[in-house]
């Protein structure tokens, strides 16, 4: 349950682009309506999977929109949408396990580590607003305990720009403190909601559709590297910006 809430305010944060933002394309400094992101310490940018134009062949991949790394061999596990499938080359717990979003049939399935057979652990109850519904599922973030029982820990109040709304948000993260973050898409802005509480605060966001390295147009996803730098793909801008939010 909602313990209370808090003033939304906007912080004095600006980032600078680790990654693209030298208009669309497919050389090592560009980058071409990005999604997915996972944070390394790796400084040059190479391709590590795909570039072999779009298909389902064993080394192509076709419109995939999230990657994570599997630390335990050292693996990338990719979300390969247009072709529906997920590739090993998109989210994996402690336990090994993988979490797969369907946005078709409105569910999240678990895939436990050598098996090919999934446990729904959400929706698959027709398009709705109900604790066991789903409407357009895109991202999905595993916290520490694993959790699959269903509440509401940002937005559920309609679509809107208030401090206790989204507008198509698409990607989320969960620092360790239990506060979530969500890249409120169509807002161009990123929200934090602290543990337990009824209202967000925006923690970057621009009035406009941006131009400067600081703004953002459409952001996507965002996740954090082991400083607490927190990292957003900027779809339009081509680019994956760093924040200091700290």
Avoid at 90 to 106: E, H, K, M, P, Q
Avoid at 177 to 184: E, K, Q
Avoid at 233 to 246: A, G, L
Wanted: include cysteine.
């Amino acid at each position: 349950m909602f313990s209370g809430h808090i003033l939304g305010c906007k912080m004095e944060t600006k980032g600078y682009t680790v990654a693209g933002g030298n208009e669309k394309g497919r050389r090592f400094h560009q980058l071409s309506n990005p999604f997915g992101l996972y944070v390394t310490n790796e400084r040059v940018g190479k391709v590590i999977a795909g570039g072999n134009d779009s298909g389902s062949a064993a080394d192509q991949l076709s419109f995939p929109n999230d990657v994570v790394l599997d630390e335990e061999d050292d693996s990338l596990i990719i979300a390969d949408s247009g072709n529906r499938r997920v590739v090993r080359w998109a989210l994996v717990d402690g336990s090994g396990a993988l979490y797969v979003v369907d946005r078709i049939r409105l569910e999240v399935k678990k895939y436990r580590k050598g098996y090919t057979m999934g446990t729904i652990v959400a929706g698959r109850n027709g398009k709705g607003e109900a604790f066991n519904q789903l409407s357009s599922p895109a991202y999905a973030f595993v916290d520490q305990n694993h959790s699959v029982q269903a509440t509401i820990v940002a937005g559920g109040n309609g679509q809107g720009s208030d401090v206790n709304q989204l507008l198509r948000p698409i990607g989320i993260v969960v620092d360790r403190m239990g506060n979530v973050y969500v890249a409120d898409r169509c807002n161009n802005r990123i929200m934090r909601w602290l543990k337990d509480e009824l209202h967000g605060s925006v923690i970057i966001d621009n009035s406009a559709h941006g131009s400067l390295v600081h703004e953002l147009s459409y952001p996507e996803a965002v996740s954090f590297d082991r400083q607490g730098n927190l990292y957003v793909v900027d779809k339009d801008h081509s680019s994956v910006q760093k924040f200091n939010i700290t």
